[in-house]
């Protein structure tokens, strides 16, 4: 029981002791069975939207869950926590911000308030600025120092400011300019500054520092090296703002680097690093698929938006999502949870969803800055589902942790390979079954028996065959992989997290854990430069950075 005056947590509510008795009623069934006794399984565990299916029959669940899930949904008082993130309240209580990445792609244009100022004059104004910008760009106006048209652009950016526009600009291939590529340099890493110039021009390549803080050690050691590299052609000082622009929300610090101050283009403390690649941190995907595309990209964000505030949690999206994780978390006691995309412009979705799930939910304190006593956001995990097959897939099938997945498949491509295509769907569409139904015992002999010469130690061998089956999965069908329904996804799995952290009771806005990388590194790279030997860590680290110097500046090399 709580204590006098104190909120209960989630685990003391009674809906959650309510799914507590549930889950010992229902654990031990089998979907198989399930779905064998229910023809309306399908129909029931299922919701379309515009062009997006999400089949979630294939999950540990019975009529009575979902409606239990949606009661622990209400209890946290998810819908009016939704209703004041779309509000603009600073729901970010950490960092005293609101979080309003929806409003960067609020097509209704309805006025936005953060501290009593409609934040939407200047969303539009900064969409404008980019428009024009890249209309530019992208129509060979904009000239390098030589008076050539850029041909190469180079994102420099980390984290939320790499992920997000490199996971889209890949996504929408199709929709590329053909004149114009784009790269990401994120890693401070000199080998991956050195491979991406190795192939450009001075003349013709465009830098954007994407940076929300302009602070990021490693965006600026390698903006400051692409700046070198640009001085190196022959150019001068006064040539930076034809090849360098700036995306931040710190105009001074853009300024401080050298970037003309018509060249940044902005964006706010309300728009969190990882969500915002719906701002001016999308300028890298405008370039490469124009502005028409780009708008189209936040029209199904929007869209997504809407079906998440409108919607009864029973038939919403991303609240259904977000309930069946937990219900494996918290209930089953799985730990992580897959991303398998079976269309290979979304191969870099899992390692967006990485961080927007990990970032947001990886927590242990609630937002009241109590210790929690239940298991929060899993690992994120996967790759594109045909290699996974190939790889990890063994483990989801007959290991023993149970990994909740989501496969991912768009119905019409874009190539014209159809018979590839069917290929790669059947080989999804498998996947969720034997997920599903596993092969017992006895279907494995008949399996077996057919299908090899040699029986004799059949005895020995069959266990290794049999699949347990039971294996959730989600299934989310995309009509075609167009920047509408790519926008509608990312905002699906943005509101699954959004709920999740209410469920959980956390600031899901925050990044502590990031801020304490970005500090820690700075101390030891001193260290590195001094003569002395360094004695102020514990002895294993003060071991590994003498050693480290040892070879690099004293030269003691072994074999
Ligand atoms: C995201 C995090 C983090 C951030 C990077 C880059 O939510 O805050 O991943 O995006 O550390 O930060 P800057 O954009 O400030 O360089």
């Known amino acids: 029981m709580p204590k006098k005056n104190e909120l209960p947590t989630l685990t003391e509510l009674p809906a959650y002791q309510a799914l507590e008795n549930h889950f010992k009623l229902i654990s031990q069934l089998k979907m198989r069975h399930l779905f064998a006794t229910d023809e309306k399984r399908v129909e029931k565990f299922s919701i379309k939207n515009k062009s997006i299916l999400l089949d979630y029959s294939k999950n540990r669940i019975v009529d009575e869950t979902i409606p239990l899930l949606c009661n622990l949904a209400r209890e946290v008082n998810l819908e009016s926590w939704r209703d004041r993130m779309f509000a603009g309240d600073k729901i970010n209580n950490t960092e005293n911000r609101a979080v309003l990445h929806t409003a960067l792609r609020n097509q209704t244009n309805e006025a936005v308030f953060v501290d009593g100022k409609d934040v939407m004059p200047e969303v539009n104004a900064t969409l404008d600025k980019i428009e024009v910008f890249s209309e530019k760009v992208r129509g060979g106006i904009?000239?390098?120092?030589?008076?050539?048209?850029?041909?190469?652009?180079?994102?420099?950016?980390?984290?939320?400011?790499?992920?997000?526009?490199?996971?889209?600009?890949?996504?929408?291939?199709?929709?590329?300019?053909?004149?114009?590529?784009?790269?990401?340099l994120s890693n401070v890493d000199g080998a991956q500054?050195?491979?991406?110039?190795?192939?450009?021009?001075?003349?013709?390549?465009?830098f954007i520092v994407a940076s929300k803080t302009f602070t990021t050690q490693e965006t600026i050691t390698n903006a400051h090296i692409a700046r070198e590299w640009f001085l190196q052609s022959g150019a001068d000082d006064e040539q930076i703002s034809k090849h360098f622009v700036a995306v931040s929300t710190n105009l001074e610090a853009a300024?401080?680097?050298?970037?003309?101050?018509?060249?940044?283009?902005?964006?706010?403390?309300?728009?969190?690093?990882?969500?915002?690649?719906?701002?001016?941190?999308?300028?890298?995907?405008?370039?490469?698929?124009?502005?028409?595309?780009?708008?189209?990209?936040?029209?199904g964000a929007h869209a997504m938006d809407n079906h998440f505030k409108e919607t009864p949690l029973e038939e919403n999206m991303p609240v259904i999502m977000a309930l069946l994780?937990?219900?494996?978390n918290n209930f089953f006691g799985a730990e992580s949870h897959g991303i398998l995309p079976y269309d290979d412009y979304l191969r870099d979705l899992p390692f967006y969803l990485q961080q927007a799930d990990m970032e947001s939910n990886g927590k242990s304190v609630d937002r009241n800055g109590k210790k929690v006593d239940y298991v929060t956001g899993p690992i994120i995990w996967g790759t594109s589902g045909i290699n996974g097959q190939h790889a990890f897939y063994q483990a989801i099938h007959q290991g023993t942790q149970m990994i909740p997945s989501d496969f991912i498949a768009s119905i019409l491509t874009h190539n014209s390979h159809q018979d590839q295509h069917d290929i790669m769907m059947a080989n999804a569409l498998a996947?969720?079954?034997a997920l599903m139904k596993g092969r017992t015992l006895d279907e494995?002999?008949?399996?077996?028996?057919?299908?090899?010469?040699?029986?004799?130690?059949?005895?020995?061998?069959?266990?290794?065959?049999?699949?347990?089956?039971?294996?959730?999965?989600?299934?989310?069908?995309?009509t075609k992989l167009t920047p509408h329904s790519l926008g509608m996804l990312i905002a699906l799995?943005?509101?699954?997290?959004?709920?999740?952290?209410?469920?959980?009771?956390?600031?899901s806005f925050d990044q502590w854990g990031v801020e304490l990388g970005k500090k820690l590194a700075k101390k030891i790279h001193a260290e590195i430069g001094q003569a002395e030997t360094v004695?102020?860590?514990?002895?294993?680290?003060?071991?590994?950075?003498?050693?480290?110097?040892?070879?690099?500046?004293?030269?003691?090399?072994d074999d």
Request: hydrophobic letters at 40%; charged letters at 20%; zero cysteines.
């Open 444 to 478: 494995t002999y008949t399996d077996i028996v057919e299908n090899i010469n040699d029986i004799e130690d059949i005895e020995d061998r069959i266990h290794h065959m049999v699949f347990e089956g039971n294996n959730p999965t989600n299934t989310l069908l995309l």
């Open 142 to 184: 904009w000239k390098g120092f030589t008076d050539k048209a850029i041909t190469d652009i180079v994102n420099i950016g980390i984290g939320g400011s790499d992920l997000g526009p490199k996971m889209v600009y890949h996504a929408l291939k199709p929709y590329h300019h053909k004149e114009l590529t784009v790269h990401f």
């Open 493 to 507: 799995y943005e509101h699954k997290i959004f709920v999740q952290g209410i469920i959980w009771n956390l600031n």
């Open 431 to 433: 996947q969720t079954e």
């Open 255 to 299: 300024a401080e680097f050298g970037i003309d101050t018509d060249n940044v283009f902005e964006f706010w403390d309300w728009v969190g690093g990882r969500y915002s690649l719906w701002s001016a941190i999308g300028l890298s995907v405008v370039l490469a698929v124009g502005m028409e595309n780009y708008k189209k990209l936040l029209g």
């Open 325 to 328: 994780g937990v219900w494996y």
């Open 535 to 557: 004695t102020g860590h514990d002895s294993s680290t003060n071991a590994l950075i003498n050693y480290y110097r040892s070879v690099v500046y004293k030269g003691a090399i």
């Open 193 to 206: 500054i050195d491979d991406i110039l190795e192939d450009l021009d001075q003349e013709t390549t465009l």
